[in-house]
């Protein structure tokens, strides 16, 4: 049996949970991914978000992290959810602990390039955000907001639909 690092502020094997803020930015009706460069869920696709630092409201760290991972400007509108994300390792112990506030955002024109840690960015419609993330939450989270949203005007015509 391996021992936890000796470092429980950690967020490996940590002390307590860590606040997280997972963002659900929508353009029109898409909805913005990222590809995770980091653990938990290295390589997946999944919603931008992360750490919210000492000191930041929730809707802060929000368009803080949209900005770190993508560069994209976005506007809070909302709570959509809270998420438990408790991640076991093979022995059964807390490998990660995340309470995981889910902000529905908007985002104005502008191209996602990716930092921080997102290795790839798309937008997606929320059925095509199914089919491609693997965490059951995400796609729960999307489809959450997604029945929040009102309803966006059509497209002025001429107008070309957001590219992924």
Known sequence: MTTPPADRSSREYPDRPWVGVGVVVWRGDRVLLIRRGKAPRLG???LPGGAQSVGETVFETAVREVREETGLEVVPTGIVTVV??????????VHFHYTLVEVAAESADGDA????DALEACWATADEAAELTEWD??????????SQRPSPPPPAPGTPAPSR
């Open 113 to 116: 390039v990716c930092a921080d």
């Open 137 to 146: 939450e995400t796609r729960r989270v999307i489809l959450l907001s997604a």
């Open 84 to 93: 438990d994300a408790i991640t076991p390792d093979a022995e059964g112990r």
């Open 44 to 46: 997946q696709w999944s």
